[in-house]
């Protein structure tokens, strides 16, 4: 799934146009990047989804979470504002996705205004759940 989600933020035009290939994996991040916006996607928890009936433990379906942050220069939300809207209205539409076993993308949430001293920019994230078949 994180190939997956990975390779479908960076090959949409409008996002590639926004941040061109500043799109990061949290976890493999070992410096600030100079350029900005920027994107940097996380995967969340997975469990399985509470099920009655017949299913063995490997038939069960399971949801699992994944967040985008969207970082700027200090000073105006306009761009990230525009980015996860973006996100919101088309990461729901790319299910289902046989070859990764997502039967649907869910919007959850959007954050409110966050400052990242880390980085030195603006942010904010939005919030996903994938229902997969396995």
């Known amino acids: ?5 990975h390779q479908s933020l960076a090959g949409h035009p409008q996002i590639h146009e926004l941040v061109g290939s500043r799109i990061y994996q949290g976890e493999s991040m070992t410096s600030t990047p100079k350029t900005k916006p920027f994107m940097v996607h996380r995967l969340g928890n997975a469990s399985p989804i509470p099920w009655t009936g017949d299913v063995t433990e490997e038939q069960l379906p399971q949801q699992r979470y994944f967040s985008i942050y969207v970082h700027d220069t200090k000073g105006d939300y306009t761009r990230i504002d525009g980015m996860l809207d973006l996100l919101r ?3 729901p539409t790319v299910a289902p996705v046989p070859t990764e076993n997502i039967l649907e993308v869910r919007y959850l949430e959007m954050s409110r205004d966050l400052d990242d001293a880390a980085f030195d920019t603006i ?4 919030r996903f759940l994938t229902i997969l078949s396995r």
């Open 123 to 126: 942010q904010r994230y939005i």
């Open 1 to 5: 799934m994180r190939t997956w989600l």
């Open 89 to 91: 209205l088309w990461l």
